[in-house]
C-alpha cells in the first residue's frame, strides 16, 4: 500500500530524492517517516514529518536530509544531498493512521547506494 522510489547508485556528496506513495485505500494519514537499514543491522529512523509539519531527524543526516509531504498527493519526500558512503543503506518508507502511535504501513524498501 506504501510504494517507495527513487533510490540507486550515486556518488560521494551527491543528492538523491525518495518518494513513497500511498495507495487510494489510505486516505488520511498522521506522522509520515524514512528508516533504513544497514546490512546486518537493526532498522534505524532517519526523519519523521507529522500531520502539522514539525520536523525530526537523526543526528547523522542533519543538515543533508530533507523530508516534506504533499498531502493532496499522499506521498512524502527524503531529499537526501551531500550523501556519504555510510548513507548507503535500503530505506524503507512508513506512516502512521491519524491518531495511531505506531506506523501502521510499510513501503517496501529501495536501495541506496553511495560509491565511486
Known amino acids: 500500500q506504501l510504494q517507495a522510489s527513487g533510490g540507486g547508485l550515486v556518488q560521494p556528496g551527491g543528492s538523491l530524492r525518495l518518494s513513497c506513495a500511498a495507495s487510494?485505500?489510505?486516505?488520511?494519514?498522521?506522522?509520515m517517516g524514512w528508516y533504513r537499514q544497514f546490512a546486518g543491522k537493526q532498522r534505524e529512523v532517519v526523519a519523521h514529518?507529522?500531520?502539522?509539519?514539525?520536523?525530526n531527524y537523526a543526528d547523522s543526516v542533519k543538515g543533508r536530509f530533507t523530508i516534506s509531504r504533499d498531502n493532496a498527493k499522499n506521498t512524502w519526500y527524503l531529499s537526501m544531498n551531500n550523501l556519504r558512503p555510510e548513507d548507503t543503506a535500503v530505506y524503507y518508507c512508513?506512516?502512521?493512521?491519524?491518531?495511531?502511535?505506531?506506523?501502521?504501513?510499510w513501503g517496501q524498501g529501495t536501495l541506496v547506494t553511495v560509491s565511486s
Open positions: 512508513a506512516a502512521r493512521e491519524i491518531g495511531s502511535t505506531q506506523y501502521d504501513y
Open positions: 487510494g485505500s489510505i486516505l488520511s494519514l498522521g506522522t
Open positions: 514529518i507529522t500531520d502539522t509539519g514539525a520536523t
